[in-house]
């Protein structure tokens, strides 16, 4: 699939963590937080950010192979094939330059 836009689950795990960020920045901001507290907050985001991108082939948040234990461990945890630091794992589709180096701008900020 390369039109994510008919992700159901994509956009599920997105939003959430969009929700979640903007709650914990808020939280943040007000020195309302504690480590613990951060802690679970950015466990739960990492979960969120995870199965978007290893879910991202699935269109329906209805399809049973997204129940099963194995595979829901398996697509929450960090995926095998992202590696920002290895260009090689950028999928094999035509890029345009541009957006190469309009994200390679953002690994300064690391």
């Keep these: 699939m390369t039109n994510w836009g008919q992700s159901e689950v994509l956009q599920f795990h997105l939003k959430e963590l969009q929700e979640d960020l903007s709650r914990i920045l808020k939280e943040v901001s007000s020195?309302?937080?504690?480590?613990?507290?951060?802690?679970?907050?950015?466990?739960?985001?990492?979960h969120h950010?995870?199965?978007?991108?290893?879910?991202?082939?699935?269109?329906?948040?209805?399809?049973?192979?997204?129940?099963r234990d194995a595979r829901y461990l398996e697509l929450a945890s960090f995926p095998k094939d992202l590696d920002p630091w290895n260009?090689?794992?950028?999928?094999?589709?035509?890029?345009?330059q541009s957006t190469l180096d309009s994200t390679a701008g953002s690994n300064n900020d690391l």
């Design 31 to 46: 020195q309302n937080v504690n480590n613990v507290a951060l802690y679970i907050d950015f466990a739960h985001m990492y």
């Design 87 to 96: 260009p090689d794992m950028i999928p094999d589709e035509e890029v345009d």
């Design 49 to 67: 950010l995870n199965s978007a991108w290893n879910s991202r082939e699935f269109t329906s948040l209805d399809n049973p192979e997204l129940m």
